[in-house]
């Protein structure tokens, strides 16, 4: 059978067991903002289990797009060493959410791997838990299974637990014997190829997940009320068993990717290359299937994952050949084999291919850089018999040459040596140290009033100014008693009105007062809960336990209301118009204005950039109203509302949603109603790291006010130009063709004037054998020192010229040409290069041509000397 064959047989016999087929979850979990992947045909439906989920039927069968490649879940570092192992694959599952049990799930198990897909009976076993006789009896009573091949195992083997806590239950497992062809650890002393024997002979096919008790925080098990089951089977290893291949790369769903990796790479798919191709055949699959989910690569979350997975497959690229970008070419091949049954993987195979083009371009620069470097130092190691990369080695290939520290490690495992990690991390942890000592601002360490205040209350949503005690005051990192006129300093109070900066928006600024007395918050920070105010006082003094005033500066706020209220908008926005694969990356939101970054692989466009502004001032100008909301963080999820990966949340969490438009997690401040954001303008859209882009953008009056600046600018080119403001862009046109005319009557002349000069410095030079010599100290520019040693080499076949200029007290130019019937006994670059040295710099070039500088004008006179010398020693 083919793959797409089995996988639709699979789900035509459960239709005709009253499932409902549903398609699979994308790869970014919906409802499960902790986990980095989907991983289990589950995951769409733990809501369900945890039982604050319904669905509109209790039978449902699919197929699941999953990947493993973190947490206890992580194949990544295997793949490539067996047939059977990787990151993505897809999982093949039935469920049952209360209706049908342990009978039923075992009968149709059976029924489609024996009656349907034919497999032998005799080859099957079925592991239960050791304490559940009711799976036990069932094997026995509903299918023809050999018992004797019914085997019971232990909690490790045979009990499913969803966390610590929670649905939990025992599990029964369907194993093939492959034969002993198929063990791969005949070479281990003693191994007895078994069920659950950990190797290739025995394999688990299927895995029946019976979901009967709760388990509670004391660690014991109470029954559900509702028992479920939750099956799961690799679709990969089915296949490879029903097609009669001992590794699933044999089979049809790599036959296509391994073609494509053959074709590119001049290889065979032979003993010989087998890890590297069945490493990029996988790797490439993961590639292709999250970025068309919408995963971006970057450096945290999800996106460190991708970039790690392809910067793993270039690495073992490398072992077949591969030295240029390759991945994003074998991308159709991985469409083709899963057109008609993943849909997005062609509709995003465009967007994907250059998103993958960009990444290979940009870490083939690094490793170009910094391969060759490690490759010397492991010759090092192997030369001195070392089994480790020295902490300071490592350290310069990841500080100076930008090789990423996973990719040192994979390099060095493959050479058997291991790398100084503590030294590394202690050389790191050095140049922090030289960072914080370089930073230009003032950090406040309170690790010393912990425990000596509570966290502080802050109300700043509904209050601008508030009455307050003061419970501590900070001096130069110390704990003062009071702080005098002029004194700067931190304040703590029990509430506050000032937010703190925190989740990409900046902290308040305004006074806390004490009658006449008044401080000037300049500043306002959080440090474990403990809101800081830092300031200077500006008039009389305060103590600890004064009764203040706190005021934020009101407009400011406003100011920082609108551009963070737009931010959600823009969010939004970039989605509807870019794509669902764009995801915050990161945001600063200030009074002035805000940037936000977000992912996606190619620069905006102008036609892109408009709409992005239309969008956005046609919401600001519907005026809807902004709502803040608090929910647990599930119900908030569930209800569509958009969570950071990286950000962490508590169990109750506010919602901000732009009624009918956006809905995220956020605790910052936001405008009432988007009217009064006033208008929108992107400023800037740049790249600040491979598939990471940055907006920045103004709102309200900083927009006015940069709107206004703009004016004058225009308005004083147009009266500068004598033009009207239309016709500026005509004018300026006209003066650049002007100005070109003009550029090429100067560099005719300047042609003229060296053609002249040539003729002069011909008669001039001094014959040296059969050679015609000038080296001479000049006063030119460099420009016109090379068209003059150009000019001359080309009029002159046997000749050799040398200027010398100082262009500063510590810079010198140094431009030499040889005729091309010289050359054979002179080349320009070595005498550049010695007269260079002299004159205390350096520099090279080609055999009738060279350049160089030096730092020495002093020495010009030497260099001459010496080069009149070397050249009378090679030619004379």
Known sequence: ?????????????????????????????????????????????????????????????????????????????????????????????????????????????????????????????????????????????????????????????????????????????????????????????????????????????????????????????????????????????????????????????????????????????????????????????????????????????????????LRRAIRYGRYIGFD???????????????????????????????????????FYRTIHRGLDKINEMVDLCHKENRKILRGEEVFFLYDSLGVPI??????????????DEEGFNRLMEKQRERA???????????????????????????NFSLTSKILILLKEKEEVKELKEGESGVIVVEKTPFYGEKGGQVGDRGFIKKGDNIFEVIDTKIADEIYLHTGVVKKGKFNQSDEVILEIDADRRAKIRRNHTCTHLLHRVLKKVLGEHVAQAGSLVGPEGFRFDFTHFKALTKDEIEQIENEVNRIILSNLPVKISFMSKDEAIKNGAVAIFEEKYGEIVRVVEVEGYSKELCGGSHVKSTGEIGLFKI????????GTRRIEGLTGTGLFEYLRKIYYIINGISLSLNVSEDKILDKIKSLNEELKLKDKEILSLKKQLALSRIEKIIQEAEIVGEARVFIKEEDMNIEDMVNLVDLYRDKVANGLILLISRASDEKVNIVCGVGKSLVPKIKARDLTKKVAQILGGGGGGRDDFAQAGGKNPDKIKEAIDFAKNFVLTSIG
């Open 683 to 690: 400023t800037s859209e740049s790249s600040i790291s491979a």
């Open 1 to 309: 059978m083919k793959a797409n064959e089995v996988r639709q047989s699979f789900l035509d016999f459960f239709k005709s067991k009253g499932h409902t087929i549903v398609p699979s979850a994308s790869l970014i979990p919906e409802n499960d903002p902790t986990l980095l992947f989907t991983n289990a045909g589950m995951n769409q439906f733990k809501d369900v289990f945890l039982g604050v989920g319904k669905r509109d039927y209790v039978r449902v069968a699919n197929t699941q797009k999953c990947m493993r490649v973190s947490g206890k879940h992580n194949d990544l570092e295997d793949v490539g060493k067996d047939g059977y192992h990787h990151t993505f694959f897809e999982m093949l599952g039935n469920w049952s959410f209360g209706d049908y049990y342990k009978k039923e799930a075992i009968m149709w198990a059976w029924e489609l791997l024996t009656e349907v897909w034919g497999l032998p009976k005799d080859k099957l076993y079925a592991t239960v838990h050791f304490n559940d006789d009711e799976a036990f009896s069932l094997w026995g009573e509903v299918t023809d299974i050999d018992k004797t091949h019914i085997l019971r195992f232990g909690d490790k083997d045979n009990f499913w637990e969803m966390g610590a806590t929670g649905p939990c239950g025992p599990c029964s497992e369907i194993h093939i014997d492959r034969g002993e062809d198929a063990c791969d650890k005949k070479h281990i002393p003693g191994h007895k190829c078994e069920v659950n024997g950990g190797c290739a002979r025995f394999i688990e096919l299927w895995n029946l997940v019976f979901i009967q008790y709760n388990r509670e925080e004391d660690g014991s098990l109470t029954p559900l009320p509702s028992k479920h089951v939750d099956t799961g089977m690799g679709f990969e290893r089915i296949v490879s068993v029903l097609q009669g291949k001992i590794s699933n790369y044999d089979t049809d769903l790599f036959e296509k990717i391994i073609a494509s990796i053959e074709n590119l790479s001049g290889e065979k798919f032979s003993k010989e290359n087998a890890v590297p191709i069945r490493v990029i055949a996988d790797h490439i699959r993961s590639l292709t299937f999250a970025m068309a989910d919408g995963v971006m690569p970057s450096n945290e979350g999800r996106g460190y994952v991708i970039r790690k997975i």
């Open 324 to 362: 240029s970008p390759f991945l994003h070419k074998i991308v159709d091949a991985v469409a083709l084999t899963y057109d008609g049954v993943f849909s997005e993987v062609n509709e995003r195979k465009e967007m994907v291919k250059s998103l993958i083009f960009s990444e290979e371009e940009a």
């Open 406 to 419: 996973d990719f040192i490690r994979d390099v060095a495992s493959d050479e058997k040596i291991t790398i």
């Open 436 to 462: 914080r000592a370089h930073w230009k601002g003032e950090g406040i360490d309170v690790s010393f009033i912990k425990g000596k205040v509570a966290k502080t209350e802050y109300a700043g949503d509904e």
